[in-house]
């Protein structure tokens, strides 16, 4: 949809002016204006959906155009969703996945395992897809620490449409080490699928980037948690633990609690941290994870509290703060856990490790021209994405630093690596925050800032991805395969 069209003197966000060639030939300006799309709170009278926890040892996922209730008294019959509703997959380190997705949809898709450390060919490469009516399977074993992961499909530049439209779920990795910790569990864990989405009148789903919007991402109007708009959640006098995943398009999070009580983060993409630290607020950019807990003990019986994201300009583009999870704390009982004060060991990967370092230039958006024959504003490195070219080649088992430089890009951009979990080095727009320590797949870079990461490629041969997980950005170029030999 974007393919083949170049953008350039993109000003700033508010105010764009933008000129198109079309493939090299006609010439024409355009002005339009992108405002932050700010969110419209909801009356948060819905209860949270808990989903169903799914065993993945012998499992059908079926995608599915499925009439779906978004809004009250409004069906959206473009919905897409797998198995009907927002899957929550569980397994422990060491188990076997069979997985079998059934593609109901009239499009081609595939599965992504966002986060997993698994063989290239089950990665969800968009080569491999499964076309409408399809089957495909997804059969690998589970080789990482705990971590809670997730998973949406990854089609050649249909991405967007398809984890907007409500395909994604979570999957959950357990493992002796984080069992041992005793965290809250049962009702007490709660997996938090994170997006925003926009509807027609109708309430349908409302999925059509404008070219300014290519370059903000596409942003929503509602919050929506485990696909319920403004959902409140039952607590108790005790501490909850909550798995969250940011799965927007484009929203960049800045969580924090209403009441200015701290959020404990225990984990991020990778598993958990080294041990617990205690924030007032910290940033989820689409397709990270944060692994939180609260302590509502400290709350009295009768007292309200919201999860909000609040105002941060860098993040995304001046939006406001706007509350997204309502908790009732309803029901006093004791507390018996208490909060340990180490999580886990992380080994650092040592620099002197590194075999080679490589550097990958973003684009800034008034210079994304590339030549007549560029087939995408969004690139890495002044190319965008061919599915069939290999961009890096790298030896296997080696380990590398890859610096990845946003030095004159006016936006931000969340940059996911598939088949492994790096590290964080350095980050010359300001320091790594504690949540970004320890194992992460996807990091934020914010404009203007340069990130180096250490990261030690599988064994195994294949091809993986790299690409920004501002999923407009992806569809539009900015994605690029690197090759492990
Ligand atoms: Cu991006």
Known sequence: MFIKKTFVALSSVATATIVIWSLGCAKMDMTTTTAPVNIIEGIFDTPLLIPTVLNPQNLVLEAKTTPATWLQGKISPNTQLFNGSLPVIRANQGDRVNIDLKNSLTEATNIHWHGMLIPALM????????????QRNYNFAINQRAATTWFHPHPHMATGKQVFNGLAGMFIVNDAIETALNLPSGEREVPLVISDKRFNADGSLHYAPTMAEVMTGYFGDKSLINNVVAPFLNVKTRFYRFRAVNASNARIYDLALSNGANLIIIGNDGGLLEKPVSLTHALLSPGERLDILIDFSKMSVGTEAFLQSNANSIANHGATTFKMLKFKVNAAENETFSLPTTLSTITPISISDSKRNRAFALPAAHAMTGGAMHTGM???????????????????????????????????????????????????????????????????????EKVKIIVRFPTEKGVFLMHCHNLEHEDDGMMMNFEIK
């Not at 969800?124 to 399809?134: L, V």
């Not at 951009?413 to 790594?432: A, R, S």
Request: net charge negative.
């Open 123 to 134: 990665d969800g490469h968009p080569k491999d897809i499964a076309a409408a009516g399809a």
């Open 378 to 448: 969004h690139t890495i490195n002044g190319k965008a994405y061919d599915m069939n070219r290999i961009d890096e080649t790298v030896t296997a088992g080696d380990t590398e630093i890859w610096e990845i430089d946003n030095s004159v890009g006016d936006e931000p951009h969340p940059m996911h690596l598939h088949g492994v979990q790096f590290q964080v080095l350095e980050k010359t727009g300001g320091t790594i925050q504690p949540y970004e320590k320890g194992w992460k797949d996807t990091i934020l870079i914010q404009k203007a």
